[in-house]
C-alpha cells in the first residue's frame, strides 16, 4: 500500500472530478426539463459537450508538452467552474451549448492530465490494483454525486454552486501533493484505418455504443422527468443503469474469454435491445418496473464497448493496444456527437419513450453485423486471447494505463 501512497492525492482529486462531471451531465438534462427547454435543444447541448469533448483529446497533449501537467490542469478546472457558474447565470439554450462544448473540451483535457499522472507514477507491479481502485472511484463517485441533486435541488442556484465548488476542490490534491510535475506524454499515435482494419466489428461496435450510451447519459432524466417521476427518482433511475453495467460488466468479461467474444458481444447487444423494447412498451410510468428494467439494460449497454475494445485487442498486435484503444474510444465519440441529438429529437416527435426505442433500433442493426462478421471471420483461438479489461471512456490516455494489464502472448 506504501507504494501507492503518492498517487492518493490524484485518486482524490479523479474522484471529485468524476462525480462533478457526471452531476453536471444529469443536471443539466433535468433543469433543461425544468426550463421548458424541447428534448432536441437538450439533446443538441450533449451533442455539444462529445464535441467537446473529442476536441480536447485531440489538442491536450500539446497543451501539456507546451506548460506541464500542474498549469494545464489548472487551467481547465479553472475555465470548467467558471463555466458551470455561467450555466445558472444565464438560463440560455445557446449559452449552455457553448459552455457545455468548452466542459466537454476541459474535462477531456483534465481526464488525459490526471491519466498521464497516473501513468507516470503507477509501477507495473502495481497497476492492476490502481486500475481496480480507480473503477470503484469511477463507480462510487458517478452514483454517488447523483443523489446531491434531490438534496440540494434541481432549481436553484445552491446545486450549480456544489457542482463549482466541487471541480474547484479537485485543486487542491493536484497542487498540494508531493509529486514533481512529470513529463508530457507521447502523443498518442491515432490510426483510425489501422484500427478499422484489425477489427471492423469493434470500430462499427464502438460508434454503435457511443451512439446509445451517450443518448442514455444524456436523456435518460428528460425520460424520466417525461414520464412524471420525482428529481429522487430521476437520480434513482439514472444510477440504476449505471450500476447496473458496473455489476455485470466483469461477469461477461470473464465469459468472454473463455467464449468466442462475440459471442458474448451478441448475446450483450441482444440482452440491451429486449430490455430497451421492454422499457419502451411494457414500463409506461411505473417506478418499481423502470427501475428493474433500466438496470437489466445497463448490464447489457453499458459493458459493450470494453467487450469491443477486447475483440479488437485479440486480433491486435500486441504494441498495438494503446493504438487500438485510444482510436476506438474516438469512434465511441463520434457516435457520441450524433447519438444524443437523433435520439431527442425521436422523443420530441413520438414520444419519451423513444429514447429506448432509438436505442433497440441501433442494437438491433449492430446484432445483424456481429452476426454477419461471425461467418466470414474465424473466431480468435482462446489461448490467443487477450485478458478483458475494463476501460473508461474519460482519456485516450487511459489505454496506456491499462496496457499492462493485457496478457503477454501471441495474438492472431
Given at each position: 500500500?506504501?507504494?501507492?501512497?503518492?498517487?492518493?492525492?490524484?485518486?482524490?482529486?479523479?474522484?471529485?472530478?468524476?462525480?462533478?462531471?457526471?452531476?453536471?451531465?444529469?443536471?443539466?438534462?433535468?433543469?433543461?426539463?425544468?426550463?421548458?427547454?424541447?428534448?432536441?435543444?437538450?439533446?443538441?447541448?450533449?451533442?455539444?459537450?462529445?464535441?467537446?469533448?473529442?476536441?480536447?483529446?485531440?489538442?491536450?497533449?500539446?497543451?501539456?508538452?507546451?506548460?506541464?501537467?500542474?498549469?494545464?490542469?489548472?487551467?481547465?478546472?479553472?475555465?470548467?467552474?467558471?463555466?458551470?457558474?455561467?450555466?445558472?447565470?444565464v438560463v440560455d439554450p445557446l449559452m449552455w451549448t457553448a459552455v457545455r462544448f468548452v466542459s466537454g473540451f476541459?474535462?477531456?483535457?483534465?481526464?488525459?492530465?490526471?491519466?498521464?499522472?497516473?501513468?507516470?507514477?503507477?509501477?507495473?507491479?502495481?497497476?492492476?490494483r490502481v486500475l481496480a481502485l480507480y473503477r470503484i472511484i469511477d463507480i462510487g463517485s458517478v452514483t454517488g454525486?447523483?443523489?446531491?441533486?434531490?438534496?440540494?435541488?434541481?432549481?436553484?442556484?445552491?446545486?450549480?454552486?456544489?457542482?463549482?465548488?466541487?471541480?474547484?476542490?479537485?485543486?487542491?490534491?493536484?497542487?498540494?501533493?508531493?509529486?514533481?510535475?512529470?513529463?508530457?506524454?507521447?502523443?498518442?499515435?491515432?490510426?483510425?484505418?489501422?484500427?478499422?482494419?484489425?477489427?471492423?466489428?469493434?470500430?462499427?461496435?464502438?460508434?454503435?455504443?457511443?451512439?446509445?450510451?451517450?443518448?442514455?447519459?444524456?436523456?435518460?432524466?428528460?425520460?424520466?422527468?417525461?414520464?412524471?417521476?420525482?428529481?429522487?427518482?430521476?437520480?434513482?433511475?439514472?444510477?440504476?443503469?449505471?450500476?447496473?453495467?458496473?455489476?455485470?460488466?466483469?461477469?461477461?468479461?470473464?465469459?468472454?474469454?473463455?467464449?468466442?467474444?462475440?459471442?458474448?458481444?451478441?448475446?450483450?447487444?441482444?440482452?440491451?435491445m429486449l430490455s430497451a423494447l421492454a422499457i419502451s412498451f411494457f414500463a409506461g410510468d411505473s417506478g418499481p418496473?423502470?427501475?428493474?428494467?433500466?438496470?437489466?439494460?445497463?448490464?447489457?449497454?453499458?459493458?459493450?464497448?470494453?467487450?469491443?475494445?477486447?475483440?479488437?485487442?485479440?486480433?491486435?498486435?500486441?504494441?498495438?493496444?494503446?493504438?487500438?484503444?485510444?482510436?476506438?474510444?474516438?469512434?465511441?465519440?463520434?457516435?457520441?456527437?450524433?447519438?444524443?441529438?437523433?435520439?431527442?429529437?425521436?422523443?420530441?416527435?413520438?414520444?419519451?419513450?423513444?429514447?429506448?426505442?432509438?436505442?433497440?433500433?441501433?442494437?438491433?442493426?449492430?446484432?445483424?453485423?456481429?452476426?454477419?462478421?461471425?461467418?466470414?471471420?474465424?473466431?480468435?483461438?482462446?489461448?490467443?486471447?487477450?485478458?478483458?479489461?475494463?476501460?473508461?471512456?474519460?482519456?485516450?490516455?487511459?489505454?496506456?494505463?491499462?496496457?499492462?494489464?493485457?496478457?503477454?502472448?501471441?495474438?492472431?
Amino acid at each position: 500500500m506504501s507504494s501507492l501512497r503518492p498517487l492518493i492525492p490524484l485518486l482524490i482529486a479523479a474522484g471529485i472530478l468524476l462525480g462533478g462531471n457526471s452531476l453536471q451531465g444529469t443536471l443539466i438534462a433535468l433543469r433543461g426539463a425544468m426550463e421548458g427547454f424541447e428534448p432536441s435543444t437538450i439533446g443538441l447541448i450533449g451533442t455539444s459537450y462529445f464535441g467537446g469533448f473529442l476536441l480536447g483529446c485531440l489538442a491536450i497533449t500539446r497543451m501539456l508538452k507546451a506548460v506541464g501537467h500542474v498549469r494545464s490542469f489548472s487551467a481547465l478546472a479553472a475555465i470548467a467552474s467558471a463555466g458551470t457558474l455561467l450555466l445558472v447565470l444565464v438560463v440560455d439554450p445557446l449559452m449552455w451549448t457553448a459552455v457545455r462544448f468548452v466542459s466537454g473540451f476541459c474535462f477531456a483535457g483534465l481526464f488525459t492530465v490526471m491519466e498521464s499522472w497516473l501513468n507516470s507514477g503507477v509501477s507495473n507491479h502495481d497497476r492492476a490494483r490502481v486500475l481496480a481502485l480507480y473503477r470503484i472511484i469511477d463507480i462510487g463517485s458517478v452514483t454517488g454525486a447523483q443523489f446531491l441533486i434531490p438534496v440540494f435541488g434541481a432549481g436553484g442556484f445552491a446545486i450549480f454552486a456544489i457542482m463549482s465548488i466541487m471541480i474547484t476542490l479537485s485543486l487542491v490534491p493536484v497542487s498540494l501533493a508531493d509529486r514533481s510535475n512529470p513529463a508530457p506524454p507521447e502523443d498518442v499515435k491515432l490510426d483510425l484505418k489501422r484500427a478499422w482494419s484489425i477489427s471492423p466489428l469493434a470500430a462499427i461496435g464502438c460508434i454503435a455504443v457511443g451512439m446509445t450510451n451517450s443518448a442514455f447519459r444524456t436523456l435518460s432524466p428528460v425520460y424520466a422527468e417525461q414520464i412524471g417521476m420525482s428529481v429522487t427518482d430521476v437520480v434513482t433511475f439514472v444510477s440504476a443503469g449505471i450500476i447496473g453495467g458496473a455489476i455485470i460488466q466483469y461477469p461477461l468479461g470473464y465469459l468472454s474469454d473463455r467464449w468466442d467474444r462475440r459471442s458474448v458481444l451478441l448475446i450483450t447487444c441482444l440482452g440491451a435491445m429486449l430490455s430497451a423494447l421492454a422499457i419502451s412498451f411494457f414500463a409506461g410510468d411505473s417506478g418499481p418496473m423502470n427501475f428493474a428494467l433500466v438496470f437489466i439494460f445497463g448490464s447489457f449497454a453499458m459493458p459493450m464497448f470494453s467487450l469491443s475494445a477486447a475483440h479488437a485487442n485479440d486480433r491486435a498486435e500486441r504494441h498495438e493496444f494503446v493504438l487500438v484503444n485510444a482510436a476506438l474510444m474516438l469512434f465511441y465519440s463520434f457516435g457520441a456527437i450524433g447519438g444524443p441529438f437523433i435520439a431527442a429529437y425521436a422523443m420530441q416527435v413520438l414520444g419519451p419513450s423513444w429514447l429506448f426505442t432509438f436505442s433497440a433500433i441501433i442494437y438491433a442493426l449492430l446484432a445483424f453485423v456481429i452476426v454477419y462478421r461471425m461467418q466470414v471471420r474465424a473466431p480468435v483461438p482462446e489461448g490467443h486471447r487477450s485478458r478483458f479489461v475494463a476501460l473508461l471512456r474519460t482519456s485516450t490516455i487511459f489505454a496506456k494505463l491499462a496496457k499492462r494489464a493485457v496478457r503477454n502472448g501471441k495474438h492472431s
